[in-house]
Structures are given as C-alpha cells and as structure tokens.
C-alpha cells in the first residue's frame, strides 16, 4: 500500500472514530464549543455527521476530492474550538495539558494539508 492510502485508511479511521465520540459523549464535546457560539449540541452532532461522512467519503474513490475539501472546511469551522481550549487551558487541563492546546494550533494547518493531500483534492482546481 502507497503512503497516500495508509493516510487515507488513517485520516479515515480517525474521523470517523472522532465523528462517533462526537454522539456518544457528545457532552464533553459540547463542553468545549467557545460559549459565544450557540446550540452547542447542534453543533457538536453537526459535526460529528461531517466527520463521520468525510471520513467515509476519502474510503470511496469518487467522493475522496470532495471529502478531502469538506473535511478541510470542517477543520477550519472547529479551529475557534481549539483556540477556545488554549485561550482556557486550565479549564481544559483534565483534557490535554496546555502545551498540547497550543501546539494542536498550527497543527491544524498541518492535518489540514495532508487530508487534502491524501484525498487528491487539490486535482479538483
């Protein structure tokens, strides 16, 4: 198997397994929805759904592009979530400690580009 289809079968696998978390103890998601934002439950099971269908999207070849894009989105729309949980690291600290809060910040660009790599999405521009 190529590297881009480990990534595939990983990325896959951790967004679904987050996408299910996400509607199994969706209180401790909801937990970190930044307070100025509302319906944290919707949000949190709206999420989850994305995760779950962009994870299964990048295991089926005609859907992979548009997964890799929609998972993109989908990382950008949490990131206020994970600056919420820097900016109140303490709060979070049973969590992550803090340097992991901050270090999951740029680490988003990071996961960001190897979904789009991984799913081809950049072959749809």
């Known amino acids: 198997m190529t590297l881009r ?6 990325l896959a696998a951790v967004f679904v397994g987050a996408g299910v978390l996400h509607f199994v103890k969706p209180r401790l998601f909801e937990a970190i929805v ?4 509302p319906s944290p439950r919707a949000l949190v099971l709206l999420s989850g ?3 779950i269908l962009g994870g299964v999207g990048l295991l089926i070849a005609p859907l992979r592009p548009w997964a890799g894009w929609g998972l993109a989105v989908l990382l950008v729309a949490v990131f206020p979530a994970n600056l919420h949980m820097a900016r109140e690291s303490e ?3 049973r969590l992550a400690p803090r340097w992991v809060l901050l ?3 740029p680490l ?3 996961l960001i ?3 789009l790599w991984a799913a081809d ?3 749809l521009l």
């Open 5 to 10: 289809g480990v990534s595939l079968v990983l």
């Open 34 to 37: 930044p307070p100025s934002l």
């Open 49 to 51: 759904a994305a995760e």
């Open 91 to 93: 709060r979070f600290r």
């Open 103 to 105: 270090a999951r910040l």
């Open 108 to 110: 988003q660009a990071v």
């Open 113 to 115: 580009a190897w979904v």
């Open 121 to 123: 999405s950049l072959s």
